[in-house]
């Protein structure tokens, strides 16, 4: 390893020294952990290591078993498991519980669903007699670098079918949700997965290139940033290692004369504002058809001020506090920086005081390129309207970042959704719809949002020996 590249990955991951839970609604430490040491470190490696060599011996019937225990063991333990994560992070509580919800529903589609998808695939060729197949077989311990925007939900959709395949897993956590990380450990263990198949591992950031270079760890997953999964790609590529990579996003919600107005003002504000407005796939930059644009704006900014901010253990919180104060001190830079430079605030934008990481929900006009938040992501409560005056200025405006998550179009015109469906530069597009994640589809992007897919039958394959087998 060069010293270069050393250097640079200590760069990225120099913030993970403290291991805690602090409240961002109060800004209270609640508990504080001590990272795991070498000892600890090598002694888990090695569990995941004799763990893989018998666990991917068990049978599709076995690890379906365990896979469905672990569902339950989430249900049973929704209310505390969804309140350790609002503790931990801010999500509102009753998004909370919709996560931990859509962890045991993915739990149990994989249960149902993965041996097909794994199932051996006969092929016909026209140099082998009597044909050949393709085997899908696991490949060792898969490392989870994960955030904490959705911590269990992160982590799930990787576990579930790492699990189902007969892979173990390792996961190295955001260092701001350790009780969320320790939980999903006990809910393997409960369910009754043998020891070393789920492990967290209690480290800091600086510890992933060591942990990543050791030759018992198979492959790489990571959720995050642009600058971790830089990091995390050049290791495991100087280590011939795969990874799967899902990073920023500045997703564009694309709003055009023949919509539903009615329908595209209310998806777009929970389509910016969900998880406080920390999410990958939040609706970021709304571009509308200037037919239509001042009444859009003008709507969208009322519903927007009218949501409700506050302590997200309350259920009728519909935007608590972002997860950091760096968080926090970002997105209200962000905001200024646009002021200064000629934005208009038509909700918000102004700084909130009290205890408390919360940033104002704000929509914001006027916007020009040398705005930071013109092409930067947002990673809070926070609007960007954008004009255009039809599809072609629509999706070059769409397609003018660096990102390629995702892309939400909202259009009754079934040409325009025909364009925008081949043309947007994204890994996802949804018409009439907002973003989301689901078992059945492929979920990932292009550009500098990452590559690889998770979900669906695809993101079951991508840790896993495509093994051709001939016969003659």
């Not at 940033?225 to 050049?234: D, L, P, Q, T, W």
């Not at 013109?374 to 070059?396: C, H, K």
Request: with cysteine.
């Amino acid at each position: 390893m060069t010293s270069g590249l050393a250097a640079r990955s200590t760069a990225v991951y120099k913030v993970a020294m403290t291991i805690a839970s602090v409240n961002p609604a109060t800004g209270e430490t609640l508990r504080t952990f001590e990272p795991y040491d070498e000892v600890e470190v090598e002694r888990r490696l090695a569990l995941a290591d004799s763990a893989f060599r018998s666990y991917r011996r068990t049978s599709f019937d076995e690890r379906a078993r365990l896979v469905r225990a672990m569902a339950d063991v989430l249900e049973a333990d929704r209310a505390a498991i969804a309140e350790t994560m609002t503790l931990e992070m801010g999500k509102p509580i009753v998004q909370a519980r919709s996560e931990v919800a859509k962890c045991e529903g993915v739990l149990r589609y994989y249960a149902e669903h993965a041996p097909a998808m794994l199932a051996d695939e006969p092929v016909t060729t026209t140099a082998a007699k009597h044909g050949s197949h393709i085997k899908y077989q696991p490949i060792g311990p898969v490392l989870a670098v994960m955030p904490w925007n959705f911590p269990l939900w992160q982590v799930i959709r990787f576990a579930a079918p790492t699990f189902m395949v007969g892979n173990v897993a390792i996961l190295k956590h955001a260092s701001n949700v350790p009780q969320t990380a320790l939980n999903i450990e006990g809910a393997a263990r409960r369910a009754g997965f043998p020891e070393g198949v789920f492990q967290t591992l209690l480290v800091g950031g600086e510890r992933v290139q060591a942990i990543l270079e050791d030759d018992r760890v198979a492959a790489a997953t990571l959720t995050g940033s642009e600058g971790a999964g830089r990091s995390v790609a050049a290791i495991a590529g100087n280590a011939i290692k795969k990874t799967v990579l899902e990073l920023g996003g500045a997703d564009p919600f694309i709003v055009m004369p023949s919509a539903d107005i009615e329908r595209a003002i209310e998806i777009g504000v929970w389509a910016r504002v969900q998880n406080n407005g920390q999410s990958c796939i939040a609706a970021k930059r709304f571009i509308v058809h200037e037919a239509i644009a001042d009444e859009y704006q003008e709507r969208y900014a009322e519903a927007m001020c009218k949501l409700v901010v506050g302590d997200p253990l309350e259920e009728a919180t519909q935007v608590g506090p972002l997860a950091t104060a760096q968080g926090r001190d970002e997105v209200n830079e962000q905001v200024v920086d646009a002021l200064a430079k000629g934005a208009k605030a038509i909700c918000g934008g102004a700084p909130m005081g009290g205890p408390g990481w919360f940033v104002q929900p704000t929509a914001l006009t006027g916007l020009t390129p040398e705005m930071r938040v013109y092409r930067d992501e947002v990673f809070g409560p926070v609007t960007s309207f954008f004009r255009v005056a039809g599809i072609d200025e629509a999706i070059a405006l769409a397609n003018d970042t660096n990102f390629g998550l995702s892309s939400s179009v909202w259009t009754e015109d079934a040409a325009e959704q025909q364009r925008f469906a081949d043309e947007l530069e994204s890994g996802m597009v949804y018409i009439n719809a907002m973003t989301i994640s689901y078992y059945d589809l492929p979920f990932g992007g292009i550009k500098r949002s990452g590559y690889g897919r998770e979900l669906s039958p695809t993101g079951i394959r991508e840790f896993t020996n495509i093994k051709t087998v001939w016969h003659d």
